[in-house]
T-cell receptor
Framework: GAVVSQHPSRVICKSGTSVKIECRSLDFQATTMFWYRQFPKQSLMLMATSNEGSKATYEQGVEKDKFLINHASLTLSTLTVTSAHPEDSSFYIC??????????FGPGTRLLVL | SQKIEQNSEALNIQEGKTATLTCNYTNYSPAYLQWYRQDPGRGPVFLLLIRENEKEKRKERLKVTFDTTLKQSLFHITASQPADSATYLCALEEAAGNKLTFGGGTRVLVKP
């Protein structure tokens, strides 16, 4: 089946620094990718929709200047958490629609901001 | 307001029995309802999708029902195995290719 990868799988950073997370579709093209955030014992919350060749669409309450999204190619979307703070510590997961109506999720990136 | 509700309490079940999970929603008109499995520290894995005009879908030991009148989906794991232990998430999609909205998930623990 289709595979979506994320890099890095884990990252620890100091407060105030920026962190970039990559999401790649390995064997298919994705004009759209989705970024989710999941806090412990909670469900996935959609942050934004990444669109190849155009600006990302952000969900209500998500700061677009803090969470920068770039859909550089048909197989790569990046999420940059700028000036990260401890409250940004979370599990970040991307997904890409596959054939039909299914979506394929990446393995997630665990971010810890100290 | 829109809600997707799954039983937040963990479901403990004996191996070999059938696990039944519920997903109720309000103020949505989903075109599709999907079920995912998520293991700790991992991304969700797609299991089954059911369309608004379908009543039931099966895949191996899994069965999903969809009642748009009750606004409810049931997810069954028959002949459960310890390897089925995970969190199961339902998700609504209001149009093809659109974003998914997830329920809170139900943790299932299958005991040998």
């Amino acid at each position: 089946g289709a595979v979506v990868s994320q890099h890095p799988s884990r990252v620890i950073c100091k407060s105030g620094t920026s962190v970039k997370i990559e999401c790649r579709s390995l064997d298919f093209q994705a004009t759209t990718m989705f970024w989710y955030r999941q806090f412990p014992k909670q469900s996935l919350m959609l942050m934004a929709t990444s669109n190849e060749g155009s600006k990302a669409t952000y969900e209500q309450g998500v700061e677009k200047d803090k969470f920068l999204i770039n859909h550089a190619s048909l197989t790569l979307s990046t999420l940059t958490v700028t000036s990260a703070h401890p409250e940004d510590s979370s599990f970040y997961i991307c997904s890409a629609p596959g054939a039909g109506e299914t979506q394929y999720f990446g393995p997630g990136t665990r971010l810890l901001v100290l | 307001s829109q809600k997707i509700e799954q039983n937040s309490e963990a479901l403990n079940i004996q191996e070999g029995k059938t696990a039944t999970l519920t997903c109720n929603y309000t103020n949505y008109s989903p075109a599709y309802l999907q079920w995912y499995r998520q293991d700790p520290g991992r991304g969700p894995v797609f299991l089954l999708l059911i369309r608004e005009n379908e009543k039931e879908k099966r895949k191996e030991r899994l069965k999903v029902t969809f009642d748009t009148t009750l606004k409810q989906s049931l997810f069954h794991i028959t002949a459960s195995q310890p390897a089925d232990s995970a969190t199961y998430l339902c998700a609504l999609e209001e149009a093809a290719g659109n974003k998914l909205t997830f329920g809170g998930g139900t943790r299932v623990l299958v005991k040998p």
